[in-house]
């Protein structure tokens, strides 16, 4: 596997694992108002998404797909946000947000300045799901693999 030493997402997970397959993992962030964060992440450390293969893209879109639907599915957001920025880890990995109209920053991006206080409440309610959320991911992300 290709490592950086000063990347974070070489040296960890980068969140709670939910799921680790030979090429990618999933994880769920803890990001402070934003309960259903998830990422997946490629595990060799590449930069950008053209550095894949066409075969490898394809499975890494297959993976975001999967877990955008388990989301929607599991949380019933208002939306889902897929973002691959990178400008902080260079190493490629997909946020995959499940949004809804009360988080303080919709309809912004998690990044933006606030628009609103935090619900602290309806995100406790999003939290206390999230141990089945995970073991949903878990179950669809191997059935994929498989």
Not at 23 to 52: K, M, Q, T
Not at 95 to 109: E, K, L, M
């Amino acid at each position: 596997m290709r490592r950086q030493d000063n990347c974070p997402l070489c040296a960890a997970d980068g969140g709670t694992l939910i799921w680790r397959g030979d090429r990618l993992r999933v994880i769920r962030a803890a990001e402070a108002g934003f309960p259903g964060f998830y990422r997946v992440v490629w595990n060799d450390h590449v930069a950008e998404f053209s550095d894949l293969s066409a075969a490898d893209r394809a499975l890494c879109m297959d993976a975001v797909a999967l877990v955008e639907r388990v989301l929607r599915e599991q949380l019933a957001p208002a939306k889902i946000n897929l973002a691959a920025l990178g400008n902080m880890v260079a190493h490629l990995h997909w946020h995959v947000i499940a949004r809804y109209d009360w988080d303080s920053h919709f309809p912004g991006a998690v990044w933006a300045p606030a628009q609103r206080e935090r619900d602290g409440a309806r995100e406790a309610q999003v939290a206390q799901l999230l141990p089945r959320v995970d073991a949903a991911l878990e179950r669809a992300l191997d059935a994929w693999a498989a």
